[in-house]
């Protein structure tokens, strides 16, 4: 099981990454010279800086949905809290929901006719998007084994992307979190030119584009500007790269100033840890039913 502060680093990486890219979030790739290095009010959305959009709305969502069903994981719930948010605003940064991909729209939408059926992820490749990697922390923290990660993280994955790509890197990225470490499995180039990395919203792009700047970054800090400056997809390409620093590096690695400038840090930060306590309790808890078990 991860150490505390490399779960509290995904968690609040995240919406860091994601908070901090909404202000490039469909803006071209930026020159070097030329890079945002802070929090900035977005052009796109009704946010101040600091605050974040979609990606850790959803996040959030779905660190609820577990925490209050003491570490289970309920898709129904899921959903159910993706709907509270879609209509309501409730995980929002303010008081409404400003921005949610099509993709997840369509599915929340459409539980609301099937609401017996959580996984209305659409199977088509054209839905191929990186909304499941975008919010995928709170159930690897929660987890105790890689194969329970890697379950947890295919089941959110299905709720809104259903595509074989889209469990495909879902899965890949459970273990990647689950172990903060990279995994060779789906060859991405480090060592590409930056012009050539693609930021788009393609599961496919956004993962290697947050992986690159992961690669290239010397620390958090670098990994999150590198990520963010590639534009495009900005938010959710710096959210994804925020999960991968943050557990790497942890959240003691993290500069101050990114998580004083963080909208609700601390509450972010308490989710992280209420998750993480919630996997320990439970993976002790299974320890004590083996020991009776073998008498």
Same mark, same amino acid.
């Given at each position: !099981? $991860? ?6 680093? =995904? ?8 908070? =901090? ?7 071209? !790739? ?18 101040? &800086? ?7 709305? =959803? ?10 069903? /003491? ?7 899921? $959903?159910? @809290? ?12 303010? /008081? ?27 199977? /088509? ?6 909304? &499941? +990697? ?11 084994? +890689? ?35 990279? &995994?060779?499995?789906?060859?991405? /180039? ?18 290697? %584009?947050?992986?690159? %700047?992961?690669? @290239? ?27 991968? &620093?943050?557990?790497?590096?942890? %959240? #003691?690695?993290?500069?101050?100033? =990114? ?10 930060? #308490?989710?992280?840890?209420? +998750?993480?306590?919630? %996997? ?16």
């Amino acid at each position: !099981m $991860m150490r505390k502060q490399n779960a509290i680093g =995904m968690m609040v990486g995240l919406a860091i990454g994601d908070a =901090m890219g909404s202000a490039l979030e469909f803006m071209p !790739m930026r020159d070097r010279g030329n890079f945002i290095t802070d929090y900035q009010k977005s052009p796109t959305f009704p946010i101040a &800086a600091g605050q974040w959009t979609d990606d850790t709305s =959803m996040a959030l969502a779905l660190a609820d949905s577990i925490i209050e069903n /003491d570490g289970e994981w309920t898709p129904l719930a899921a $959903m159910q @809290n993706f709907l509270d948010w879609y209509q309501a605003g409730r995980f929002s940064a303010i /008081d409404h929901c400003f921005d949610i991909g099509n993709t997840c729209r369509t599915s929340i939408e459409n539980w609301m006719l099937d609401p017996a059926n959580p996984f209305q992820g659409s199977t /088509d490749s054209n839905t191929s998007g990186n909304g &499941a +990697l975008m919010r995928m922390a709170p159930v690897i923290i929660s987890s105790c084994t +890689l194969q329970e990660a890697r379950l947890r993280a295919e089941e959110q994955t299905l709720l809104t992307h259903g595509s074989s790509e889209c469990i495909k890197y879902s899965r890949a990225f459970a273990y990647e979190l689950f172990y903060y470490r990279y &995994a060779p499995t789906l060859e991405v /180039d480090f060592k590409i030119p930056r012009e050539h990395v693609r930021p788009t919203g393609y599961v496919k792009d956004s993962y290697e %584009a947050a992986w690159w %700047a992961v690669k @290239n970054g010397k620390d958090f800090e670098s990994a999150i500007i590198k990520a963010i400056n590639l534009g495009g997809d900005a938010d959710t390409i710096g959210a994804i790269a925020g999960q991968i &620093a943050g557990a790497l590096y942890g %959240a #003691d690695n993290i500069p101050d100033w =990114m998580k004083n400038g963080l909208y609700e840090y601390k509450m972010i930060e #308490d989710t992280a840890i209420k +998750l993480f306590n919630i %996997a320990r309790k439970r993976q002790k808890n299974e320890r004590e039913i083996r020991k009776q078990q073998l008498g």
